[in-house]
């Protein structure tokens, strides 16, 4: 990871033009290519962001970062005040917790609880960035990455994001859409998700366990 603390300022190109004007920032540059510019507030969400995978280019006081779709993220330096770089390693990922496991194990045995003509083909499918959640085929035999949280959030698309950009470069899965699912999908991963193509579904845990349980019913 590389760390730069300056003045800057930063331009987007793509489907709509962005600014940001000259201000101290933090900029990063993550192993897997993706760039994030923070200010000193806003929670974890940073002012601009440019997802993996891309061309990083770097002339002089200017890094211009392209994304396969052409967008640009053109980042003008002036005064550094820190900067370093460091090799982080192997991360082991996300350790989930029991309900979203479960949820994960239960929709794996019913897929078609997320779409109907459903099929899995694998758990913790692997990708350069870590494994998604499930690879499935829908009805028309099209390969469909399924990435299961306990609540939906925009984190949780743009790692399915990621994923996707990804296994479309595979000639042996593409074309592979995305579904996202969760119990709760919050209205604004639901928006980021529709903007992307990304399919959204909640889930009823409750529900997902009666229709994997070997026990009896009476209803």
Avoid at 102 to 118: C, F, N, S, V
Avoid at 146 to 156: C, P, T
Wanted: net charge negative.
């Amino acid at each position: 990871m590389r760390i730069r603390i300056a003045e800057c300022t930063v331009r987007y190109e793509g489907r709509l033009n962005a600014h940001l004007p000259w201000a101290t920032r933090l900029v990063m540059v993550k192993a897997d290519g993706c760039v994030a510019i923070h200010a000193d507030g806003g929670a974890y969400k940073p002012l601009n962001w440019m997802n993996a995978p891309n061309t990083f280019l770097e002339d002089g006081d200017t890094w211009v970062v392209i994304n396969p779709k052409g967008e640009k993220l053109i980042i003008e330096f002036g005064e550094i005040h820190f900067e370093t770089s460091r090799d982080l390693g192997e991360d082991p990922g996300l350790v989930k917790d029991g309900v979203e496991m479960d949820l994960q194990r239960l929709l794996a045995e019913t897929p078609e609880m997320i779409e109907k003509g459903l099929t899995l083909i694998r758990r913790e499918f692997p990708t350069p960035i870590g494994p998604v959640d499930l690879l499935c085929r829908d009805a028309g035999d099209v390969a469909v990455a399924v990435e299961v949280k306990r609540r939906g959030e925009i984190d949780g698309v743009e790692q399915l994001t990621r994923y996707l950009e990804f296994m479309n470069r595979d000639s042996r899965l593409a074309p592979v859409r995305g579904i996202f699912v969760a119990q709760v999908i919050t209205p604004q991963a639901r928006l980021v998700a529709e903007d992307r193509g990304i399919s959204c579904v909640e889930v009823d845990y409750d529900e997902l366990r009666g229709a994997t349980s070997d026990v009896m019913r009476l209803f």
